[in-house]
Structure formats: structure tokens, C-alpha cells
């Protein structure tokens, strides 16, 4: 040891000697680093990783050896013979990297190590080939031969350390080992060296200074290791944010899952309680239906004998108070009528058993005949009705009952919600292809808001205004479902205060040529 010592004190330029061992150092450190990356990657990128750490690794120490040797007998000029330089560089690296694909394939990393070794081993000595100088070299057995044990031993504790440890701690010794490998080799194979002046040697000096060349050498390999270093440190973190992508993705992909086994879970549900609903609807409609029927056999005896009592057909009642009670209870009996049959029409429609018979029905005539029937209820509140129709109206294919019913809801409401001395507008003309009837009022008029409510089954608007009219809630959601039914729609515009405007429209297919000669009737 102490003979190494000397070769690198007394025959070496130890500026360029710590120059060898940092570069030994980093390029080192930089291909255990390299060597980690490939491990911790996947297939295809360990693939290139493990060359890369191979090339970073012999360029350290192809560059170790060729500084330290132009850092040998400083005084002395030194050339080198370009074949076997050439040689000694793409063994280095060739070596590594085919040891460094043992360690990351092969288990015990050692074995890898051991070829990385014959790496350093085979670039020294090949390198030392090289070697031009006007002295002969002869060497010493005993120090080649430990020189060599050294490096493959070294090498290969390095990585099998490295292998062992693990993470940071087994990257830090990896690095170490393998830079003593290569030192150790070196100084060693220096020092088997023994060098005898010979002027008779024919010999060219170089043109270029050892420490220029050396820091050539030295920054080349730096950059080398460098961009090594960066590429992992780059990949690597290219590598964390894939994975925390990854990651992100699969969380998002079960929460997706969680949703779907939810949804599902929740459209079971739906569908069940859809289906509680639909067989309550239909236990409802059947309930109303029979009920309706129920009650009108005893209602039209009701009717049946309160007009006969109204018109005395067996003889006077006596009393004049008897004859009000039996009108009174004709009309309510009426009214309770006209109920049932509301209630019939829409359980029909809900069982899509409501039929229309369509037939030609002229509207001037339905809406006459509907004002006729109003006529003596609108003269007791002094309400002036005001009619127009258009001259080309035509003939409509409709049910002519339905759309009579529709318009005496429509005037019903009009006279019922009009104070006395009001305006009732009632037209009917072409516009745009449609049929349109509108009816309007100067009445006490629905809030914009309130137009859905008065639009729902037993739909009460609750106003105090409101709550002075009776009504059932029946009249104008029917007469919106005989009207879609037509294919048709019925449309309420309100203000409260000013009145009430009802549209109706009929679609083109229901507008038939007026007939010519038709006749007109008048209130």
C-alpha cells in the first residue's frame, strides 16, 4: 500500500489525480442513479435506461484512467496510439453495459458487477497498450494481479451492495465501491508499472498539454453523466406524475362504478315505486270510474223525479216554497252530474280509452249553440257577449260534442269569473294554417304563476279573490285534454285585474273548405 502511495505522491500530478477522482465519483453516482431509474421503471423503459447507465459508467471510467494516466510522470512527455485508445473506450463501455444488464436480469447482482469489473480491468490494461513514451515498461506480476483481483472485487461488492441496501443508502454504496474499484485498479496498475529511459526510442511530442487535454476529458464526461442524471431525474419525475395520473384515473373509474352500482341501484328503486304508482293510478281511476257510475243511477232518479216534481205532472205541490226546493235540487243535481261525467272523461283519458268521433263541425254553429245555452245566466249579470267569426272560417273534422263541452268550460269560467256589466269576446278565424278560438274576458284575471295551478286536475288558485267563485278545478284541465287530443293546444294569457284571454288552436290536418250555402246562426 504504501508503494501506491508513493506512485500517486511522487510520480503523479495530483491536481489532475483529484480531477480523476471526482469524475470517477460522479460518473459513478450518476450510473448507480441511471441503473435505480431502470429498476424502477417499466419494460420498455428499463430497456433504455440500462444502456444509458452502461455508457455513463464506462465513459467514468474510460475518462478516470486517461486523466490519470496523463497525470503520470508530469515532467515527462506522454503520447498515445489512437487504434488501441479507440479500442480501450469501446470496450469500457461495451463491457458495462453488458454487466449492467446482468445486474438489472441476473440474480446475484455480483454477477453483473464481476463483468462490470473485467470492464475496468480490460480498459486499463488495453489503455496502458496505448501508451507512447521514450522509455521502456515492464511490468510487476504481483501488482497486475492484485490491481485486477481489486477491480472485480470491488466491482462487484458495489453492486451486490447496492442490490442489498436498496434506495438511497444502497445507491451511495454502489457509488462508492465502484469508484474504489476503479482507483484502486488504476494506481495499483501504475504502480506494477516500472519505466526505463531509452534515447534510443523514436518518439513525437504532443502538441497538446496534459491538464488542457485532461480538462477536455473531464467536462465531456461531466456533461455525459449530466445529461444522464437529468434525463432520470426528468423521467422519473415524468414517471411520479403518470402515476399520480394513474392513480387519479383509477379513483375517478371507481367513483364512476360507485355512481353506476348507485344509479342502477336507484333505477330499481324508481322502477319499483314506478310501478307502486302506476297500479295506485290505476286502483284510483278504477275506484272513481265505478264510483262515477255508482252515483249516476241514483242521480238521474234524483233528477228524474225533481223534474217531475218542478213541472207538477202529478198535480200541484201546494206550497210554492216546494217547487224552489225541487228546481234547487234539479240544478245541483245537474251540476253534480256534469262532475261525474268530468271525472269519467278523465279516467278514460288516463286509460287512453277516451274516443273522439270526429265528424265536420262547423264552429260557428258549436259556438252559438254554446252561447245559448249560457245566454240567460250571462243577461242576469249584464254581461255584453261579443262574437266574431271570419267569414272564410272553415268547417273543422273534430268531435263536435267535445269541442261544445270544451267551449262551455271556456264560457262558463268567462261568465263566472266577470263582474257584472263585463265584456265576454269570443272569435274565430284562420292564422297562420291553424284554426285559432280565442275567449276573452275583462274579468278578475289568473297571476302569471297561478297558470300551471288552474291547468291541474282540481287545481284550486289560492286568492281570496279567487276563493270567492266556486268551482270544481275539473273544467279547464279537461278542456286541455280534449284539446290535445285534437292534436290541438289550449293557451291562457292573464293579468290580474285585467282579464282573461283563452286560446285554442287546431293543427291544419282539422281545417276543412268551408261549404257553400252554409248557414249562419245568431244568438
Known amino acids: 500500500m504504501l508503494t501506491v502511495y508513493n506512485c500517486i505522491t511522487l510520480e503523479h500530478d495530483l491536481r489532475l489525480v483529484a480531477l480523476a477522482g471526482f469524475i470517477c465519483l460522479f460518473a459513478s453516482f450518476s450510473a448507480m442513479n441511471l441503473l435505480a431509474r431502470a429498476r ?7 430497456t433504455l435506461w440500462i444502456p444509458a447507465s452502461g455508457a455513463v459508467a464506462g465513459c467514468g471510467i474510460w475518462a478516470t484512467h486517461f486523466i490519470g494516466i496523463l497525470a503520470f510522470r508530469p515532467g515527462e ?3 498515445y496510439a489512437a487504434g488501441a485508445t479507440v479500442i480501450s473506450f469501446f470496450l469500457s463501455i461495451t463491457l458495462s453495459i453488458a454487466g449492467l444488464f446482468l445486474v438489472a436480469r441476473v440474480k446475484p447482482a455480483g454477477i453483473g458487477g464481476a463483468v462490470v469489473g473485467l470492464a475496468i480491468v480490460a480498459m486499463h490494461y488495453v489503455g496502458m497498450s496505448a501508451l507512447t513514451v521514450q522509455e521502456h515498461l515492464t511490468w510487476d506480476r504481483d501488482y497486475v494481479f492484485a490491481s485486477v483481483v481489486m477491480g472485480i472485487v470491488f466491482s462487484t461488492m458495489a453492486f451486490q451492495l447496492k442490490a442489498a441496501l436498496g434506495g438511497v443508502r444502497g445507491r451511495i454504496a454502489g457509488t462508492g465501491f465502484l469508484s474504489l474499484a476503479i482507483c484502486a485498479l488504476h494506481f495499483t496498475g501504475m504502480t506494477a508499472a516500472t519505466v526505463t529511459f531509452d534515447p534510443a526510442i523514436e518518439f513525437t511530442r504532443p502538441t497538446v498539454q496534459p491538464l ?10 461531466v456533461f455525459i453523466g449530466a445529461f444522464g442524471f437529468l434525463g432520470s431525474a426528468i423521467d422519473r419525475h415524468l414517471a411520479s406524475r403518470s402515476a399520480q395520473e394513474a392513480k387519479r384515473l383509477r379513483a375517478h373509474v371507481m367513483e364512476l362504478e360507485e355512481t353506476k352500482r348507485k344509479l342502477e341501484a336507484t333505477s330499481e328503486d324508481l322502477m319499483v315505486a314506478l310501478k307502486s304508482v302506476a297500479s295506485a293510478d290505476q286502483a284510483k281511476a278504477q275506484f272513481l270510474a265505478t264510483m262515477s257510475h255508482e252515483l249516476r243511477t241514483p242521480l238521474n232518479a234524483i233528477l228524474g223525479f225533481s223534474e217531475i216534481m218542478k213541472s207538477e205532472t202529478f198535480g200541484p205541490l201546494g206550497n210554492e216554497r216546494y217547487l224552489e226546493y225541487s228546481d234547487d235540487i234539479y240544478k245541483s243535481g245537474q251540476h253534480l252530474l256534469s262532475l261525474i261525467n268530468d271525472v269519467l272523461d278523465f279516467t278514460r283519458a288516463d286509460a287512453g280509452k277516451l274516443q273522439l268521433h270526429d265528424e265536420e263541425v262547423d264552429i260557428e254553429d258549436v259556438i252559438y249553440s254554446a252561447i245559448r245555452m249560457l245566454k240567460q245566466q250571462a243577461d242576469t249579470h249584464a ?4 262574437i266574431d267569426i271570419a267569414a272564410d272560417m272553415p268547417a273543422l273534422l ?4 267535445r269541442i261544445r263541452q270544451v267551449l262551455l268550460n271556456l264560457l262558463s269560467n268567462a261568465v263566472k269569473f266577470t263582474p257584472d256589466g263585463g265584456d265576454i ?3 274565430a278565424a284562420v292564422e297562420n294554417g291553424t284554426a285559432k278560438i280565442r275567449v276573452r274576458d275583462t274579468g278578475i284575471g289568473i297571476a302569471k304563476e297561478d297558470i300551471p295551478v288552474a291547468l291541474e286536475r282540481f287545481g284550486q288558485i289560492d286568492s281570496d279573490i279567487a276563493r270567492k267563485y266556486e268551482g270544481t278545478g275539473l273544467g279547464l284541465p279537461l278542456s286541455k285534454c280534449l284539446m290535445e287530443g285534437h292534436g290541438g293546444t289550449l293557451e291562457i294569457e292573464s293579468e290580474p285585474g285585467h282579464g282573461t284571454t283563452v286560446t285554442l288552436t287546431f293543427p291544419p ?4 273548405p268551408p261549404s257553400e250555402g252554409e248557414n249562419r246562426f245568431t244568438a
Do not use: P, Y
Not at 424502477?40 to 428499463?46: D, T, Y
Not at 488542457?212 to 464526461?221: D, F, K, P, Q, R
Open 40 to 46: 424502477e421503471g417499466a419494460s420498455w423503459r428499463s
Open 398 to 401: 273534430a268531435d263536435h260534442r
Open 212 to 221: 488542457v487535454l485532461s480538462i477536455a476529458i473531464a467536462t465531456i464526461t
Open 77 to 79: 512527455d506522454v503520447t
Open 425 to 427: 269576446h269570443i272569435s
Open 509 to 512: 290536418e282539422r281545417l276543412r
Open 383 to 386: 254581461l255584453k257577449l261579443h
